[in-house]
């Protein structure tokens, strides 16, 4: 398995976004440290999500940045991509992994201890925990589980534990301690008036 960078960017494919744009300023700075998640909105045709994943593969190989789908994993092996993330709504986290292979990334969303273990029992490399804050990004999340969710996760697993959710640099602290390995950021990337430069605050935030 490739190792993990600790800051994930998942792209905005919002209308208005510029998610290629954000990812090249950010791998300008974040280089190895950074992840890339290809996330496009549910209306988004399998077609869309294969050209945007090609072109994201593309933009991190020089940079040796992993890359990962969300949700469409035949995008994901289509594409060339390091591996997926899935939560609730889509393939099993053990379903996932025989259509991944034993040796891709493959990220699942746990929200509470007990899921957190079943997803790594069931080949989960990371687990995504959140919303550890309020976030606008996404609609018809649960109540944010802060950092004490996050610790309650990290207690009871052995892989990295990423933090999603109205994550930014000056949270960064607390969820480290509460025993997350890395954060993953639409928001705080995409909606950056510098995004190079906000990609550094969240590096350094993270100690890289
Ligand atoms: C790192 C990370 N964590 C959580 C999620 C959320 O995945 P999911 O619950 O499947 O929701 P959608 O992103 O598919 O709407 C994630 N994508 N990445
Ligand atoms: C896609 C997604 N999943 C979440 C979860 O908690 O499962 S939170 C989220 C959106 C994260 O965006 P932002 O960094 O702008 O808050
Ligand atoms: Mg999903």
Redesign the pocket.
């Known amino acids: 398995m490739p190792s993990l960078g600790r800051l994930?960017l998942?792209t905005d494919t919002r209308p208005g976004r510029d998610p290629l744009t954000v990812l090249r300023a950010a791998l300008a700075v974040a280089r190895a440290e950074l992840v890339v998640?290809v996330?496009v909105e549910?209306d988004a045709t399998d077609r869309e999500a294969y050209d945007l994943t090609r072109r994201v593969v593309a933009l991190c190989a020089p940079y040796d940045v992993t890359c990962l789908v969300?949700?469409r994993l035949h995008v994901a092996l289509a594409a060339g991509a390091a591996g997926g993330?899935?939560?609730?709504?889509?393939l099993p986290v053990g379903a996932a992994r025989r259509v991944l292979g034993a040796t891709a990334v493959l990220?699942a969303?746990a929200r509470e201890p007990g899921t957190a273990a079943g997803a790594v029992a069931a080949g989960a490399s990371?687990?995504?925990?959140?919303p550890c804050h309020t976030t606008g990004t996404?609609a018809g999340l649960p109540a944010p589980i802060g950092p004490a969710g996050v610790r309650a996760v990290a207690d009871a697993v052995d892989v990295p534990v990423?933090a999603?959710g109205g994550v930014t640099a000056a949270r960064v602290p607390a969820l480290l301690a509460a025993g997350a390995y890395g954060v993953?950021v639409v928001g705080a990337l995409s909606g950056a008036a510098d995004p190079g430069r906000a990609t550094a605050e969240l590096l350094g935030a993270l100690g890289c």
């Open positions: 994930h998942i998640q996330r549910d969300n949700d993330h899935v939560g609730a709504d889509d990220g969303t990371y687990l995504g925990v959140g996404k990423v999603i993953a």
